[in-house]
């Protein structure tokens, strides 16, 4: 290895640790983000109390008219609620539907759902002394959410908003009714069933007589819908980067929000939506209209890292109004976990929530990994258990590949005497050297790159597991050996500081085998090939699993216990292969033998040669020049 190699690969450090100081902000700027947030939070929290002050006006108003008669309460709500006036007082009361596996509480104001139990499913929290603990999770229950129509009453500026209306009740064992009258016969309704064990939740709408209370011209009804999503995963970054608004439209691929971006809106122009969902990594809450909305706008915001919230989505939907005289809406929910098998039988494309990712990798995801993996869940109840078998099974489907990169190795290895020996005659004149081991190389048949192509082959399923594991609910909270979590990193040794650069205040105890491993996987394939032509690629061998500790440190404990297998495995199969199934006495032979035909130079290999006598050529003259002088 000549000086020219060696100050490139610490050239190659230092620019890497140099993308990465630049990257992290310093202490001033991360001051500043501080108090842009803080600044942020402030406006919000003022907003909030101004919309909260400007309630309790409403409310009071509601309130000192409900204590005086009614023909002159109508007279002084008619004017903000119209015939509605009648149900803009009451007593807030709330409902219960549920059963074996969702709870969900109901508030007669507004018809809305206030709260969402998931009976199966637990929220994750860190209490101070940093260990994890398992606590119920709801959704929906967030007091700044709203689901609310403006109704385009006749003489009413701005609509009537169903927030601020008292619904009446009716209820069964399944299903549960609330109804704003506005007299003479006319009312809006909400009515809610839950079939049994289901996360869907059939929600209809019922427009009695409205055409004679609502504008003519309005062809649509508004339905705003604002959801904060809360913190649920152990791991923040992860389910800020997999939590989103999704979509579709009636007619087209489904779209999100952009999940990282600050703030992202998306309008769908005018085109139906069949469905909205708020989705968290391993959650959602959706609404699905069977023949489709009007059109919707859509808004995701990533609120700062101090909030109590993840996200705020919100969505305006417009709702079909045809202006007859009872008109029927279908739609459904669904709240629940992103299980693929519920949301796929939903139909619409809804299992496109879960985000396996787009094109091959989704498609590999989707009807190749998952398959594979619930047929191994079947067989064996310990999720570690069935990401070993599942790696045991990509190896043995590769193994042809793998075949092929241990015999090209094997060829390499057999002429290293030969290479020793060319190292010995030209001494420090490298290029010489590249020269004549291409040639040997030619001469024998050897490909140098034969060992990388077939490792190149298994960089998409590699791909697609990187967004599987986090994506996949099965392996939430899934415990094997020391991980707790098999969707988010393990924490075997827990830091009292942070390591920047996305390290964290742990250390990873399956990155940490995973780098081990590669690096005694690495020293055993190098200790018999020679890296003459090109030695930075040994050293950056090295170089790139220490470096790649800082990413998988935080990553999913499944993809890491995954590659700490996989290369395991590989070190299996290559002590296998190399000492029962290739025979190096005939390898050389044939080496041999394919060096007696005669050849044709190929035209990648002719280049190849004509560019390093090139390069040894303008080496003499530098030379030259240089003892001229």
């Not at 842009?36 to 919309?51: F, G």
């Not at 309460?73 to 409902?95: C, D, I």
């Not at 390290?503 to 105890?509: P, Q, V, Y």
């Amino acid at each position: 290895m000549d000086r020219n190699n060696i100050i490139g690969i610490a050239l190659i450090f230092v620019l890497f640790l140099a993308w990465q100081y630049f990257l992290t902000p310093s202490k001033a700027q991360l001051a500043a983000q501080k108090r842009a947030q803080d600044s942020i939070a402030m406006v919000e929290k003022l907003r909030d109390k101004l919309a909260i002050v400007k309630k309790q006006e409403a409310t009071k108003r509601i309130e000192a008219a409900a204590e005086v008669p009614d023909s002159l309460r109508t007279k002084l709500l008619g004017g903000q609620f119209g015939p509605f006036a009648a149900v803009a007082t009451g007593k807030e009361e709330t409902s219960v539907l549920e059963n074996e596996l969702i709870k969900i509480t109901f508030s007669n104001k507004g018809g809305r759902i206030q709260d969402v139990l998931l009976k199966k499913h637990f929220k994750m929290v860190q209490g101070k002394d940093r260990k994890d603990r398992k606590v119920p999770l709801h959704l929906l229950d967030d007091p700044k959410n709203r689901f609310e129509y403006t109704l385009p009453v006749k003489g009413i500026r701005n609509g009537v908003n169903t927030a601020n209306l008292y619904f009446s009740k009716k209820q069964s064992a399944n299903s549960i009714t609330f109804q704003a009258d506005a007299g003479d016969g006319h009312f809006f309704a909400q009515t809610y069933t839950l079939p049994q064990n289901s996360y869907k939740l059939d929600y209809n709408l019922n427009l009695e007589g409205l055409n004679q209370i609502l504008d003519p011209k309005s062809k649509s009804i508004v339905l705003k819908w604002v959801n904060y999503l809360d913190k649920i995963e152990k791991s923040i970054q992860y389910e800020r980067q997999y939590s989103s608004l999704n979509f579709k439209p009636v007619e087209g691929n489904s779209s999100r929000c952009s999940p990282t971006k600050e703030y992202s809106a998306k309008d769908a122009e005018g085109a139906p939506i069949q469905w909205v969902a708020n989705t968290n990594q391993f959650f959602n809450s959706a609404l699905l209209a069977e023949k489709g909305f009007v059109r919707a706008k859509f808004e995701s915001k990533n609120l700062p890292e101090g909030s109590e919230d993840l996200k705020a989505l919100r969505s305006d939907i417009q709702i079909p109004f045809n202006g007859d005289g009872s008109e029927k809406v279908a739609m459904h929910f669904y709240i629940g976990p992103n299980e693929f098998n519920r949301l796929y039988d939903l139909g619409f494309s809804m299992s496109d929530i879960i985000p396996f990712g787009q094109n091959i990798m989704g498609t590999i995801n989707r009807w190749v990994i998952r398959p594979l993996f619930n047929v191994l869940t079947s067989l064996f109840s310990s999720k570690g258990i069935v990401i070993l078998m599942l790696t045991l099974m990509v190896k043995l489907l590769l193994f042809p590949l793998t075949y092929r990169m241990i015999y090209s190795q094997s060829k390499m290895t057999s002429l290293k005497p030969e290479i020793d020996r060319l190292k010995e005659r030209h001494g420090d004149d490298q290029q010489k050297v590249q020269m004549e081991t291409m040639k040997m190389y030619r001469e024998f048949g050897v490909n140098p790159l034969g060992a990388c192509f077939p490792m190149l082959m298994q960089l998409p399923i590699w791909f697609a597991l990187y967004r599987f594991f986090p994506a996949s609910i099965e392996f939430r909270q899934a415990n094997f050996l020391w991980a707790t979590d098999l969707s988010s990193y393990d924490e075997f040794f827990q830091l009292p500081f942070k390591i920047p650069f996305g390290f964290g205040e742990h250390i990873s105890l399956f990155a940490l085998l995973w780098v081990l491993s590669t690096l005694l996987y690495t020293w055993y394939n190098s200790k018999n090939m020679d890296f003459s032509a090109n030695p930075s690629m040994l050293y950056m061998q090295y170089i790139m699993p220490v470096m790649f500790m800082g990413f998988f440190n935080s990553s999913a404990s499944g993809l890491s216990a995954y590659m700490l297998f996989s290369n395991l495995l590989n070190i299996g199969q290559t002590l296998a292969t190399k000492y029962f199934l290739i025979d190096e006495k005939k390898i050389k032979a044939g080496m041999d033998a394919y060096r007696k035909k005669p050849k044709k130079k190929s035209g990648f290999g002719e280049r190849m040669e004509n560019m390093i006598k090139e390069q040894q050529k303008a080496a003499e003259e530098k030379v030259k020049t240089i003892k001229r002088k």
